[in-house]
């Protein structure tokens, strides 16, 4: 799955100029203590490292390999893209209670074509030269067996397979994560933590959609799944015989679902925008996508609806939670009672707004920012 930041381009409002100078130096979106560009031309490995705070701890976050194919200037849209996903993990890392900051780095290229063990290699290296400034691990275009291959040259490593020591497969405690924050918005909305015969819809049942479809039918929810791959709706079927799951024909079918308590978007980011929003029948979107909102705004359009919405860079914190108990030698039962304090913290969010007369995103921030010191 490949999945782009709506805002690898020049963030809106930002001073003309260099794009990528501006938006580090002069924008609101920048303020990144660091950013590196790494190039190893025998490998071919051309990559960027930007590193947004370590005011609580050294920066985590995966790296992203990808080519930009529809841009442009493919190179700069990778350092923007960098750029916005650490600040991102600052503010996903410090609501999580972490004691991280955010980074984020970007491989530049098709995974398909270029990446090799001495790509990979050469990556872990530039890591390993920042001293422990920035942990690596997994993200789109990235897999365990490529951590394995990093850590080789760079103990600053984590999303490593289990065989070397690592968490694996980060989309367990996602999902957990992502049902806590569900749990949450039916406390907040209902008067009680559970999703006991509500209507659920999960859209895009891959690694995180599966394993949350399991919680919300034991916890004795319904629900309805859909995937555009047809093999990945089968699947999840037949892993629940019997259960009141079901599928709806597509993305669009399943928001417009009668009935539908809660949505949660599980596939790729922009999942809420001017197409969406107004047709919601969901009570509350609580889901596991990055950049759920298509750009700023859609929040207060929601609010507007009535629509409560969890914030998805609080309630998918469950993977950067295990990952970050990877430093600490993983234990799968320590970083699952990291991850349930996520229905604490979507609650304290949704509190805030509440008293401060703000949609839950703005609330989050300021949370995230009082824990930051910013
Ligand atoms: N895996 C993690 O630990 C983790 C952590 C934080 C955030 N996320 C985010 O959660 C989302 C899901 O991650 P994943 O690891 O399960 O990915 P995945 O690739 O395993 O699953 C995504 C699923 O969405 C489906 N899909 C794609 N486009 C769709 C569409 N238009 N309509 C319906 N289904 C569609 C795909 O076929 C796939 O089955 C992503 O946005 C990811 O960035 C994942």
Request: proline share 5%.
């Amino acid at each position: 799955m490949i999945e782009v930041s709506p805002s690898a381009s020049v963030p809106a409002g930002a001073p003309a100029g260099d794009p990528v100078i501006s938006t580090l130096f002069r924008s609101e979106q920048g303020g990144h203590e660091q950013v590196v560009l790494c190039q190893d031309r025998p490998s071919g490995l051309k990559a960027v490292i930007a590193l947004h705070s370590t005011a609580l701890g050294p920066a985590l976050g995966g790296t992203r390999f990808h080519a930009y194919p529809g841009s442009a200037d493919p190179e700069q849209a990778a350092v923007l893209d960098a750029l916005n996903l650490a600040r991102g993990m600052s503010y996903k890392n410090a609501l999580a209670g972490l004691d991280h900051g955010g980074g984020k780095a970007v491989i530049i290229g098709d995974p398909e074509q270029i990446k090799t063990e001495a790509l990979l290699r050469a990556y872990g290296r530039f890591v390993a030269s920042l001293g422990g400034r920035y942990v690596t691990a997994c993200d789109v275009g990235t897999y365990v067996q490529d951590m394995d291959v990093v850590a080789r040259e760079c103990r600053w490593t984590t999303g490593r397979s289990p065989e070397s020591g690592g968490a694996g497969d980060s989309s367990v405690l996602t999902a957990f994560g992502v049902f806590q924050g569900m749990r949450a918005c039916a406390q907040q909305l209902w008067g009680a933590p559970t999703l006991r015969g509500r209507l659920v819809g999960v859209a895009g049942v891959g690694k995180v959609g599966k394993h949350l479809v399991g919680h919300l039918l034991e916890d004795g929810a319904r629900v309805v799944v859909t995937d555009v791959r047809e093999e990945s709706v089968r699947t999840v079927l037949a892993a629940h015989p019997g259960a009141p799951v079901s599928a709806a024909a597509d993305t669009d079918a399943l928001i417009r679902t009668e009935g539908l308590d809660l949505y949660a978007p599980c596939a790729l980011g922009g999942a809420l925008n001017e197409e969406t929003v107004p047709v919601l029948t969901a009570a509350a979107v609580c889901g596991a996508a990055n950049n759920q909102l298509a750009h700023p705004g859609v929040e207060k359009d929601l609010a507007e609806r009535g629509i409560l919405y969890a914030p998805d860079y609080v309630v998918n914190a469950g993977g950067v939670i295990q990952v970050a108990d990877e430093l600490h030698g993983f234990d799968f039962a320590r970083a699952k009672a990291k991850a349930e304090k996520i229905h604490a913290t979507t609650m304290a969010i949704f509190e805030r707004a509440e008293a401060d007369g703000v949609p839950p995103v703005a609330a989050a921030d300021r949370l995230a920012e009082q824990r930051m010191g910013r």
